[in-house]
């Protein structure tokens, strides 16, 4: 019996697209690599640039940022054109930006490359549709969809442990010739562009339409009416009125944006995806998420270099021995990965969700109390990344599962953008955070350290919004996103 159900479940995999999903490990353990590799690095990059930490922050929220206009046109592509095409054109793309980033000498130049390298983020969306493709007309088509999402997420963290280890022990070994730290991994990326030109075949499922530029127009007016008004905050300082105006106006326009959107039969952002009891939870923890899965991690990294001799805060970590603190969060979130469909199955998928966000909000608000040693914070990031883990497998899968037909890459990829999303809003209004207060050195001279202050705000963000996220999961319907007669119908949009 044993060996006929083992059987049958490698079988499940295997059959899914003859190898694709092996093709895929390698894509998105790149994509993990790109996360990770720069995480140890940024203080290194903030003092290559000659920037202030704070200012770290502003790299994350400009490649979020784009990453939100990008997704959603890329998924959109894919449903059109197909989604292996729309993946080996991001790769190019990721490809070009990383490699310049190495020759990059000065801060608006990085932060160009920084925010096109960010295109990235479209390829877990577009993968996962193109799993759902092949999987579409099995009889457990959801749960074959969650296998192998599991995989190829499990990857991603993979890469990101290597990312994280690599780049702490190459940036300290390489450190006199930094350009050769940051050209590293755009080998791996073209690698990338290889294994998807000559490996990964193309999805089935297409659809009728267009691109809604108009809307890509709007969205971009929308980010960067926010970002602009954070960035005026950060520069003439919180205590200046018109800044905070200037943000509240991108927030409003983001009314007009929807309701352009819902009028259109073809739009970019497919609102009416949203309007299912299975889907816009989901879409909602996603932003929510994004605030400290995205938002978080410059702001762990350079509080960890930090030293506390000058500063009173901080852990005071080299370039490798950071590595290592978000080594032990990735591996977190690797193992949260992993066991993310396991669980679903003794439970279900939503109880999953539910309880993954509660871990990832309870391991950042550890951190408000117990951020003074080295063994107090990467125990919190340990319970923060097994939730993280679980949430970056779960969500994507969760929406193609409760995706009407022919909306899969819309779906996937919107869960990719309400990530971005907060993310983007989070780096930008955690750099004003951080850069309030900001430390005076022992020694009586500017520091460039964030605040404590700061970052204790940090933390409290990340885990609200994480605890926000499960309290609207209670809201899914009990057998969403499962292979369960009973949960037919949960795919309907309303």
């Given at each position: 019996?044993?060996?006929?159900?083992?059987?049958?479940?490698?079988?499940?995999?295997?059959?899914?697209?003859?190898?694709?999903?092996?093709w895929l490990v390698f894509v998105e353990f790149t994509s993990?690599?790109?996360?990770?590799?720069?995480?140890?690095?940024?203080?290194?990059?903030?003092?290559?640039?000659?920037?202030?930490?704070?200012?770290?922050?502003?790299?994350?929220?400009?490649?979020?940022?784009?990453?939100?206009?990008?997704?959603?046109?890329?998924?959109?592509?894919?449903?059109?054109?197909?989604?292996?095409?729309?993946?080996?054109?991001?790769?190019?793309?990721?490809?070009?930006?990383?490699?310049?980033?190495?020759?990059?000498?000065?801060?608006?130049?990085?932060?160009?490359?920084?925010?096109?390298?960010?295109?990235?983020?479209?390829?877990?969306?577009?993968?996962?549709?193109?799993?759902?493709?092949?999987?579409?007309?099995?009889?457990?088509?959801?749960?074959?969809?969650?296998?192998?999402?599991?995989?190829?997420?499990?990857?991603?963290?993979?890469?990101?442990?290597?990312?994280?280890?690599?780049?702490?022990?190459?940036?300290?070994?390489?450190?006199?010739?930094?350009?050769?730290?940051?050209?590293?991994?755009?080998?791996?990326?073209?690698?990338?562009?290889?294994?998807?030109?000559?490996?990964?075949?193309?999805?089935?499922?297409?659809?009728?339409?267009?691109?809604?530029?108009?809307?890509?127009?709007?969205?971009?007016?929308?980010?960067?009416?926010?970002?602009?008004?954070?960035?005026?905050?950060?520069?003439?300082?919180?205590?200046?009125?018109?800044?905070?105006?200037?943000?509240?106006?991108?927030?409003?326009?983001?009314?007009?944006?929807?309701?352009?959107?819902?009028?259109?039969?073809?739009?970019?952002?497919?609102?009416?995806?949203?309007?299912?009891p299975s889907m816009w939870p989901v879409q909602l923890t996603?932003?929510?998420?994004?605030?400290?899965?995205?938002?978080?991690?410059?702001?762990?990294?350079?509080?960890?270099?930090?030293?506390?001799?000058?500063?009173?805060?901080?852990?005071?970590?080299?370039?490798?021995?950071?590595?290592?603190?978000?080594?032990?969060?990735?591996?977190?979130?690797?193992?949260?990965?992993?066991?993310?469909?396991?669980?679903?199955?003794?439970?279900?998928?939503?109880?999953?969700?539910?309880?993954?966000?509660?871990?990832?909000?309870?391991?950042?608000?550890?951190?408000?109390?117990?951020?003074?040693?080295?063994?107090?914070?990467?125990?919190?990031?340990?319970?923060?990344?097994?939730?993280?883990?679980?949430?970056?497998?779960?969500?994507?899968?969760?929406?193609?599962?409760?995706?009407?037909?022919?909306?899969?890459?819309?779906?996937?990829?919107?869960?990719?953008?309400?990530?971005?999303?907060?993310?983007?809003?989070?780096?930008?209004?955690?750099?004003?955070?951080?850069?309030?207060?900001?430390?005076?050195?022992?020694?009586?001279?500017?520091?460039?350290?964030?605040?404590?202050?700061?970052?204790?705000?940090?933390?409290?963000?990340?885990?609200?919004?994480?605890?926000?996220?499960?309290?609207?999961?209670?809201?899914?319907?009990?057998?969403?996103f499962s292979d369960r007669p009973e949960a037919v119908g949960?795919?309907?949009?309303?």
């Amino acid at each position: 019996m044993t060996g006929t159900g083992t059987a049958r479940r490698t079988g499940r995999i295997a059959g899914l697209g003859g190898g694709l999903v092996g093709w895929l490990v390698f894509v998105e353990f790149t994509s993990g690599v790109l996360q990770g590799y720069y995480v140890p690095l940024l203080t290194d990059v903030a003092r290559h640039l000659d920037i202030h930490d704070a200012d770290v922050n502003w790299l994350e929220a400009a490649q979020l940022m784009l990453s939100a206009i990008a997704v959603p046109v890329l998924a959109k592509l894919g449903d059109l054109y197909g989604h292996r095409r729309m993946l080996l054109v991001s790769a190019a793309v990721v490809a070009t930006a990383t490699v310049a980033l190495a020759f990059a000498q000065d801060f608006g130049v990085f932060l160009v490359a920084w925010a096109v390298q960010g295109v990235y983020a479209a390829w877990l969306p577009l993968q996962v549709a193109l799993i759902h493709s092949r999987s579409r007309g099995r009889a457990d088509a959801a749960a074959s969809t969650r296998r192998a999402t599991g995989m190829i997420v499990a990857a991603l963290q993979a890469g990101a442990i290597v990312g994280a280890l690599g780049g702490g022990q190459i940036g300290g070994a390489l450190a006199g010739r930094f350009w050769l730290v940051l050209l590293v991994p755009g080998l791996l990326v073209v690698g990338v562009c290889v294994v998807v030109l000559t490996r990964v075949p193309e999805s089935t499922d297409r659809q009728d339409g267009e691109v809604d530029v108009t809307g890509v127009a709007l969205l971009s007016v929308v980010l960067l009416v926010i970002t602009g008004g954070l960035t005026f905050v950060r520069v003439n300082g919180a205590a200046e009125v018109w800044p905070w105006l200037v943000t509240a106006l991108g927030v409003l326009l983001v009314v007009p944006f929807v309701r352009y959107e819902l009028r259109r039969a073809d739009p970019l952002v497919d609102f009416r995806v949203l309007r299912s009891p299975s889907m816009w939870p989901v879409q909602l923890t996603a932003g929510l998420f994004g605030v400290s899965v995205l938002g978080a991690q410059g702001p762990l990294s350079t509080y960890a270099r930090t030293d506390p001799e000058v500063y009173g805060y901080g852990l005071g970590l080299s370039t490798s021995e950071v590595s290592v603190v978000i080594g032990g969060y990735v591996v977190s979130m690797l193992v949260g990965a992993g066991q993310f469909s396991r669980v679903s199955q003794a439970t279900t998928p939503r109880v999953t969700l539910i309880g993954a966000a509660t871990l990832t909000g309870l391991g950042y608000l550890l951190l408000v109390p117990l951020h003074d040693t080295l063994p107090q914070v990467l125990g919190a990031m340990v319970v923060a990344g097994l939730g993280s883990g679980a949430l970056v497998a779960a969500l994507p899968a969760a929406a193609a599962a409760a995706a009407p037909a022919g909306r899969t890459g819309v779906a996937t990829g919107l869960t990719n953008t309400t990530k971005v999303l907060g993310g983007s809003f989070a780096s930008a209004a955690f750099a004003v955070a951080l850069a309030a207060g900001a430390p005076v050195a022992a020694d009586g001279s500017e520091g460039t350290a964030g605040s404590l202050s700061g970052y204790v705000t940090v933390w409290l963000i990340c885990g609200i919004t994480a605890w926000l996220a499960a309290l609207s999961l209670v809201f899914v319907p009990r057998l969403a996103f499962s292979d369960r007669p009973e949960a037919v119908g949960v795919r309907e949009v309303a």
